[in-house]
Nanobody
Framework: QVGLVESGGGLVQAGDSLRLSCVASGRSLSYYSVAWFRQAPGKEQEFVERIDPTGTYTYYGDSVKGRFTISRDDAESTVYLQMNSLKPEDTAVYSC???????????????WGRGTQVTVSS
C-alpha cells in the first residue's frame, strides 16, 4: 500500500511559477511510476505527465510541454511538479498517482492522493 499526499497548490497570477509536491508513505515509491493528473471544473480529468521508477524517462501531455517539469527524489519519497509560465487554463485540482505500469491511463493507477488546488488568475 502507498499513501500519497499533495501540497504546494495556491492562487497565483498568469506567468508565475509553482512547485507541487507528492509525498508517499508506506511502500517505497521507487517501485512505481508516478503521474500527475488534473481536473478543471466541469471537465474530465486530464493526464499531465509521468515519470518512470528510475527517474530516467518522463512523458508530458501536450498542454504542458515546455512549461512543466516532473522529477523525483526517492530518498525523500517525493515527486515534484515544477510549473512555470502558468496560464489561467492551468487552473485545476492536481492529483498525483502511482502505478507499476508505464501508462497515461488513469485506470492503470492504483494509488491516488486527494489533490491540491491550483488557481491561476489572468
Amino acid at each position: 500500500q502507498v499513501g500519497l499526499v499533495e501540497s504546494g497548490g495556491g492562487l497565483v497570477q498568469a506567468g508565475d511559477s509553482l512547485r507541487l509536491s507528492c509525498v508517499a508513505s508506506g511502500r517505497s515509491l521507487s517501485y512505481y511510476s508516478v503521474a500527475w493528473f488534473r481536473q478543471a471544473p466541469g471537465k474530465e480529468q486530464e493526464f499531465v505527465e509521468r515519470i518512470d521508477p528510475t527517474g530516467t524517462y518522463t512523458y508530458y501531455g501536450d498542454s504542458v510541454k515546455g512549461r512543466f517539469t516532473i522529477s523525483r527524489d526517492d530518498a525523500e519519497s517525493t515527486v515534484y511538479l515544477q510549473m512555470n509560465s502558468l496560464k489561467p487554463e492551468d487552473t485545476a485540482v492536481y492529483s498525483c498517482a502511482a502505478s507499476q505500469l508505464w501508462s497515461m491511463d488513469r485506470e492503470d493507477y492504483d494509488y491516488w492522493g486527494r489533490g491540491t488546488q491550483v488557481t491561476v488568475s489572468s
